[in-house]
Nanobody
Framework: QVQLVESGGGLVQPGGSLRLSCATSGFTFGNYAMNWYRQAPGKEREFVAVISSVGTTDYAASVKSRFTISRDNAKNTVHLQMNSLRPEDTAVYYC?????????WGQGTQVTVSS
């Protein structure tokens, strides 16, 4: 059974940092690209970052140079290091991957950036 469990969210002041983690099981993690998405209140879910199976990364323009995605294939985990956080980064953050014609999602972790 595929499972993705996000953690590491919380309340942080503007300019602060958080590191999100997504622990996975039930599939061959190293074979898949992994994504982070986010959904802010009243907005559609949006792409944040992706890391390929070989470590190639890409980012949404809004987070480039502030966020870093990484993966640990030995631990079946993907991380999102978020620096210089802004109030507009407030959202529920989700990890996912695409397999068997569908996206598999975690339950999300809340990130709130506020003073």
């Amino acid at each position: 059974q595929v499972q993705l469990v996000e953690s590491g969210g919380g309340l942080v002041q503007p300019g602060g940092s958080l590191r999100l983690s997504c622990a996975t099981s039930g599939f061959t993690f190293g074979n898949y690209a992994m994504n982070w998405y986010r959904q802010a209140p009243g907005k559609e879910r949006e792409f944040v970052a992706v890391i390929s199976s070989v470590g190639t990364t890409d980012y949404a323009a809004s987070v480039k140079s502030r966020f870093t995605i990484s993966r640990d294939n030995a631990k079946n985990t993907v991380h999102l290091q978020m620096n210089s956080l802004r109030p507009e980064d407030t959202a529920v953050y989700y990890c996912n991957f695409y397999s068997n014609y569908k996206y598999h999602w975690g339950q999300g972790t809340q990130v709130t950036v506020s003073s």
